[in-house]
């Protein structure tokens, strides 16, 4: 990856890489999830909740040494144990099921997930007796002659018995070129054993893509987002183009909302009904917006609130402010929330107008019904009035609105 962030930390759609894998160990009731950490495993720790049981992996020995870390932990278990890749977001749930039933049902020592694909390139291939039973998985770069040619491939999700698992893994010898020792190479000890191996296909091989470079990242982004798309167009959002559309995981929005091109929608952000957004348009993390909401052209709002039947059609910035409900927002209002040292709030009532061009420097409020004429500028502290207009630089107050 070329970071100083550990891999597992970068986000996907707004959600470290190791999230996604909790995410799914957690939607399977797993028992208890053990986290075996190794390159700057500090960084990852601090990120962990507390239930989750961290392992330290003190030397990068490989996937095998990785899971032998954590044998101690299984020394009275006799159940199943899953074995799932950090750096995999683009697990399927079902099909984790899917391993854990067929597991319990054949009665296997190992179950593990393979997928067939066109260019086996890179990934471990399955070999096989007689097209049937599993003898070994061959990594890449070992495979010789005919494993080469071999299209099924080893997805990197497995399920083993606790105790052949443990008991097993001590024969693992280092690999002779990398002296890493294998996890998949106990795959070949189980069948020298006579132990009952079983295999689950799944027809998505980028199911256990484990992000390794910044392309990597790119594709899991693309296919997580478009994953997201689908889900908020099943519930009743029209996205024009998906494909110019970025929203993040933890993002709710609702019934016939549109969102137009080349709009951004970070993550924990929640929008109402019959809005329309975009385009290019920035919704920032934790804002909330209300019902038939207009946010237009390059706006931007950032950690806000806004209640319902409000407009801000273009060119603004709204950050850190509470904004009530049928206010009209003119183009280029800007609040200047940060002062150079931290960040300020600002409170809009019901039925405010702000002119356009205007700027509220945080922190201030603005009374209900109360007008701010364009190119004024709203210095802190100030409070505008219920009913008031006030214009200028610096603004002050000129008139009472009248009422229509």
Do not use: W
């Not at 003898?135 to 005919?146: C, L, N, S, T, Y």
């Not at 080469?148 to 097993?168: H, M, P, Q, W």
């Not at 209640?307 to 927002?329: E, T």
């Amino acid at each position: 990856m070329k970071s100083s962030i550990p891999k597992v930390l970068h986000e996907v759609c707004g959600k470290p890489i190791i999230q996604y894998v909790l995410d799914i160990v957690k939607s399977i009731g797993s028992l208890k999830t053990y986290v075996v950490l190794g390159h700057k495993s500090s960084l990852v720790k601090k990120y962990l909740p507390q239930d989750k049981i961290v392992i330290e992996q003190k030397q990068l020995l490989g996937t095998a040494d990785a899971v032998k870390c954590a044998a101690n932990y299984f020394r009275t278990y006799s159940g199943n144990v899953l074995v799932l890749c950090g750096d995999t977001p683009l697990l399927n749930k079902n099909v984790i099921r899917s391993i854990l039933r067929k597991h319990k049902r054949s009665k296997a020592i190992c179950t593990f997930l393979t997928a067939i694909v066109h260019d086996p390139q890179g990934y471990g291939r399955i070999i096989r007796e007689d097209a049937q039973k599993v003898v070994a998985i061959r990594e890449d770069k070992d495979a010789v002659g005919f494993e080469r040619d071999i299209a099924e491939i080893n997805v990197g999700v497995y399920c083993f018995k606790s105790k052949e698992l443990f008991k097993t893994i001590k024969e693992v010898h280092p690999n002779k070129k990398k002296k890493e020792y294998y996890l998949t190479d106990i795959i070949e000890l189980f069948f020298s054993k006579g132990y009952k191996i079983e295999t689950v296909e799944t027809e998505d091989s980028v199911e256990g893509l484990g992000v390794n470079s910044r392309e990597h990242l790119a594709l899991a982004e693309n296919i997580i987002r478009h994953k997201i798309l689908k889900k908020i167009m099943s519930q009743g959002v029209t996205v024009i183009d998906p494909h110019t559309t970025y929203i993040d995981s933890n993002v709710k929005i609702g019934k016939d909302t549109t969102i137009r091109p080349f709009t951004y929608i970070e993550k924990n952000v929640r929008i109402g009904e019959r809005c329309i957004i975009g385009p290019f348009a920035r919704i920032r993390l934790d804002t909330r917006i209300g019902n038939n909401v207009d946010i237009g052209n390059f706006t931007e709002i950032s950690r806000s609130k806004m209640g319902s039947n409000c407009f801000m059609k273009h060119f603004s910035y709204l950050g850190d402010s509470l904004v009530g409900s049928h206010v009209n927002i003119g183009a280029g209002m800007v609040t200047a929330n940060f002062d150079g040292k931290q960040k300020h709030t600002s409170r809009i009532a019901d039925y405010a107008f702000i002119g356009s061009n205007s700027t509220l420097i945080s922190p201030v409020k603005i009374g209900k019904k109360a007008v701010v004429g364009a190119g004024s500028v709203v210095t802190g502290g100030k409070i505008v009035p219920d009913g008031r207009v006030v214009m200028g630089v610096p603004a002050k107050i000129v008139a009472k609105k009248e009422e229509k």
